[in-house]
């Protein structure tokens, strides 16, 4: 049989050193490979193989990719150069945002930054993953990390894999690996709520806290962060309204102030007679300390501030609530779970989940049902009275059950 004539794209190559007494052949391909998505200029694949047949290979390989328009050019851009852009890239990101991207990111920039991005495999995060699961990974700082729960391993991967995304839309990636990995089972747990006993046991036992308007606020379902960015000027006593519009968020080391949530979030709420009669309390013991103090009172315009009238920070104000509810002797939960227990009381009263989920500031009832309406002992207590009981009568006629 005749011997195929090479390619264009191949030629014989006879090197200078010996092999045996012969030259030693290697047969380079040169392959037009399309144009470079960054530079706008044509690219040339120029490799060299051992035989024929992996140079034929790779010709076909490469001529395939190009004609179906899923070749990559080889890159240098590392694990790290993407996820460093791909935080720059968002300029809309509120800092508390970008600073929790960076947060998520830290273990794949500081596991597998080095890597060529093109070179990054399942395996790679897959193993990454089960370190973190297993806990003991060292921070940039050398410290030790606690076990990552799923929940923020899953958000981990859903921020690596847009990142990632957005270089195979570029033509720079052939996959996304992150989106080849299954999401964690979530492992949270329900939240823990108060009854109406308890709240109004809280409620009696921190008549004396100064804070006491703070957790009226809590209680009626906002957000600590629209708590600490509350301002005077949001609420109107004639018309017995507050609006939220901004939120004071701590990320790190710092404490900053910008927009809600979501749009959802920015809303427009009547105020409750008892949470009216606290903020007209606190507001006049604000006027008192103003006085006291004179040029060394902080006129910051907050509902939640200090002696000094210096804004609280978020931490500050989730400290004072610990202490709140030791002192009052009720179950322990959390300041973000007064306001599930918002939603859950309004939930068991029999106001509509729609409105539920326009008064907490979510854009999904559904959301509202399935995180923040509980259900509590004393209401499944109430359900089993209403449930029809359904008599099972054996073969004889004789009543009987099981």
């Not at 290979?57 to 395939?64: F, G, M, P, R, Y």
């Not at 009720?330 to 007064?338: E, G, Q």
Request: hydrophobic share 40%; charged share 25%.
């Amino acid at each position: 049989m005749a011997r195929q004539q090479l390619p264009p794209q191949i030629k014989k190559i006879e090197l200078e050193r010996m092999d045996r007494g012969r030259p030693v052949v290697r047969y380079q391909l040169t392959v037009d490979a399309g144009v470079d998505p960054e530079t706008g200029k044509r690219k040339q694949i120029r490799k060299r193989f051992a035989t024929e047949a992996d140079a034929r290979e790779e010709l076909a390989k490469v001529q395939n990719s190009v004609k179906a328009g899923t070749y990559v050019h080889n890159r240098n851009t590392t694990v790290a150069d993407v996820i460093d852009g791909y935080i720059a890239s968002k300029h809309a990101l509120k800092p508390s945002t970008a600073a929790g991207y960076k947060v998520s990111l830290a273990p794949i920039r500081e596991q597998l930054g080095e890597i060529p991005v093109q070179k990054l495999t399942r395996r790679d995060l897959d193993e990454l993953i089960g370190k973190l699961r297993a806990g003991g990974t060292k921070t940039a700082a050398g410290n030790k990390r606690k076990r990552w729960e799923a929940r923020t391993v899953n958000q981990m991967l859903t921020v690596f894999g847009a990142a990632l995304e957005s270089l195979v839309k570029e033509g720079v990636l052939v996959r996304n690996v992150a989106a080849l990995i299954d999401k964690l089972p979530d492992e949270r747990t329900e939240s823990s709520t108060w009854s109406a006993e308890e709240v109004e046991q809280f409620l009696l036992e921190s008549r004396d806290d100064p804070y006491l308007h703070a957790w009226y606020l809590a209680l009626c379902g906002l957000r600590r962060g629209e708590i600490c960015g509350l301002r005077w000027d949001g609420i109107d006593f004639d018309a017995e309204t507050l609006t939220i519009t901004t939120s004071r968020v701590t990320y790190g080391k710092t404490t900053s102030e910008g927009t809600t949530k979501s749009k959802r979030s920015t809303r427009t709420l009547p105020i409750p007679d008892d949470l009216a009669k606290q903020l007209r309390a606190a507001r006049k013991r604000q006027a008192a300390d103003r006085l006291l103090l004179g040029e060394a009172w902080t006129d910051s315009g907050y509902v939640i501030v200090d002696q000094s009238g210096a804004p609280l920070s978020p931490g500050a104000v989730s400290s004072r609530w610990v202490h709140a509810v030791k002192r009052a002797k009720v179950s322990t939960i959390r300041l973000h779970d007064a306001r599930h227990t918002c939603a859950t009381l309004m939930h068991l009263r029999g106001v509509p989940i729609a409105v539920i989920a326009a008064w907490l500031g979510h854009a999904s009832a559904a959301f509202t049902l399935s995180r923040y309406a509980h259900s509590q002992d004393p209401a499944m207590v109430d359900a089993a009275s209403l449930t029809p009981v359904v008599t099972i009568r054996d073969n004889s006629g004789s009543a009987g059950g099981s």
